[in-house]
């Protein structure tokens, strides 16, 4: 039976505050998981994705699922800065002991991958995504007469599914940006981060969906230019995170388990 901590204080300023799912068996030795959720950065929040915290705990991890600020009150970097200060706080925490930053595993939905790979890149946490869009600025730049909009099939009377999919993107990334600058933009593109200490990453994606593949592929042939460490699963359709999650969550949590037994 998995415990449930619910609403712990990780950061007074903010008054954020994370879940905790503890395994039957939690011991100094069990694995970390933080699982961060999506919804444009301006939307979602820890507990409509509860069944994913008992399932990560059913299979071994303590898990945490922070909340995070959202736009548009809150444009970037609030959500990668909370991010950040998740992680400082759960460092220093009496969750974790000196050398458990080896111990922490992280997966991402959607926006939520963009924040794990930003993470990944400072401490290295071996990290799997789920759509993670990783590119802006282009984009931005090749979709000038695309209208934002987070309803573009009531509002503008849109019927294809891709101009849909491009109004939507273009909403979120432009409402947490808090701006359509190109330079703004630039600054969340996945590129962008520091990834100096990028460890075990592995991104799944839709074959045809809301993030462009595209942009996806480009990612992954940037960090093989730095030699650094990266798979892609590209599964059929166009389901965007959530959507495939279940699916293939066994996949997900096989990959960090190899991991984790590597680094025995």
Same mark, same amino acid.
């Given at each position: 039976?998995?415990?449930?901590?619910?609403?712990?204080?990780?950061?007074?300023?903010?008054?954020?505050?994370?879940?905790?799912?503890?395994?039957?068996?939690?011991?100094?030795?069990?694995?970390?998981?933080?699982?961060?959720?999506?919804?444009?950065?301006?939307?979602?929040?820890?507990?409509?994705?509860?069944?994913?915290?008992?399932?990560?705990?059913?299979?071994?991890?303590?898990?945490?699922?922070?909340?995070?600020?959202?736009?548009?009150?809150?444009?970037?970097?609030?959500?990668?800065?909370?991010? *950040?200060?998740?992680?400082?706080?759960?460092?220093?925490?009496?969750?974790?002991?000196?050398?458990?930053?080896?111990?922490?595993?992280?997966?991402?939905?959607?926006?939520?991958?963009?924040?794990?790979?930003?993470?990944?890149?400072?401490?290295?946490?071996?990290?799997?995504?789920?759509?993670?869009?990783?590119?802006?600025?282009?984009?931005?730049?090749?979709?000038?007469?695309?209208?934002?909009?987070?309803?573009?099939?009531?509002?503008?009377?849109?019927?294809?599914?891709?101009?849909?999919?491009?109004?939507?993107?273009?909403?979120?990334?432009?409402?947490?940006?808090?701006?359509?600058?190109?330079?703004?933009?630039?600054? =969340?593109?996945?590129?962008?981060?520091?990834?100096?200490?990028?460890?075990? *990453? *592995?991104? =799944?994606?839709?074959?045809?969906?809301?993030?462009?593949?595209?942009?996806?592929?480009?990612?992954?042939?940037?960090?093989?230019?730095?030699?650094?460490?990266?798979?892609?699963?590209?599964?059929?359709?166009?389901?965007?995170?959530?959507?495939?999650?279940?699916?293939? *969550?066994?996949?997900?949590?096989?990959?960090?388990?190899?991991?984790?037994?590597?680094?025995?």
């Amino acid at each position: 039976m998995t415990i449930i901590k619910n609403n712990i204080i990780y950061d007074q300023n903010h008054q954020l505050a994370t879940d905790i799912y503890f395994p039957n068996d939690t011991t100094t030795n069990t694995k970390i998981l933080i699982f961060w959720h999506g919804g444009g950065w301006f939307r979602g929040n820890k507990e409509s994705v509860k069944e994913f915290g008992i399932s990560f705990a059913n299979a071994g991890f303590m898990t945490f699922i922070p909340e995070y600020r959202l736009a548009p009150k809150h444009i970037y970097p609030a959500a990668h800065d909370d991010a *950040l200060t998740f992680v400082n706080w759960l460092l220093e925490s009496h969750y974790t002991d000196d050398d458990d930053q080896k111990n922490i595993f992280q997966i991402g939905a959607s926006v939520g991958g963009n924040m794990a790979i930003y993470l990944a890149g400072k401490f290295g946490f071996p990290t799997v995504t789920w759509s993670a869009p990783v590119e802006f600025s282009d984009w931005f730049k090749n979709h000038i007469d695309t209208k934002p909009s987070p309803v573009a099939k009531e509002e503008f009377g849109l019927i294809d599914r891709h101009q849909i999919a491009a109004s939507f993107y273009k909403y979120f990334a432009q409402t947490y940006a808090g701006t359509a600058n190109e330079a703004v933009l630039a600054k =969340i593109n996945a590129k962008s981060f520091d990834l100096t200490n990028l460890g075990p *990453l *592995l991104m =799944i994606n839709s074959a045809d969906e809301l993030t462009p593949i595209t942009s996806v592929l480009d990612f992954i042939n940037y960090l093989s230019t730095k030699n650094l460490p990266s798979q892609l699963m590209v599964i059929p359709g166009h389901g965007h995170a959530m959507d495939y999650a279940k699916e293939y *969550l066994d996949e997900s949590l096989d990959y960090l388990f190899q991991i984790a037994k590597r680094h025995r």
